[in-house]
Nanobody, 125 residues
């Protein structure tokens, strides 16, 4: 069992930066692929970024390439999402997700086994 707790969201202005954190409990974190998804009001949850179990591979949605960076610290059981040059269209609830068993990164939310409760990011223009 893995429990995920996100933090770091908030209200910022366009062009600002935020760093989201996702703290995981459980013994299997280092074998989990991790990802961030976002969900805007009235819209479906969409993939933002993912990282494999070792941190050697990352994958991004086109909309965030060059602006966001995902990383992980397996010693701290934590995954991060550095968000730079934020835009109003980045406004959403951001969720951390885990996929176990040394699985590859997937942009499909249905492939993830565990989810956090979300943290809200609001970007004003």
């Amino acid at each position: 069992q893995v429990q995920l707790v996100e933090s770091g969201g908030g209200l910022v202005q366009a062009g600002d930066s935020l760093r989201l954190s996702c703290a995981a409990s459980g013994r299997t974190f280092s074998s989990n692929a991790m990802a961030w998804f976002c969900q805007a009001p009235g819209k479906e949850r969409v993939f933002v970024a993912g990282i494999n179990w070792s941190g050697s591979a990352t994958y991004y949605a086109d909309s965030v390439k060059g602006r966001f960076a995902i990383s992980r610290d397996n010693a701290k059981n934590t995954v991060y999402l550095q968000m730079n040059s934020l835009k109003p269209e980045d406004t959403a609830d951001y969720y951390c997700a885990a996929r176990g068993g040394y699985a590859i990164i997937s942009p499909n939310s249905g492939h993830y086994d565990y989810w956090g409760q979300g943290t809200q990011v609001t970007v004003s223009s």
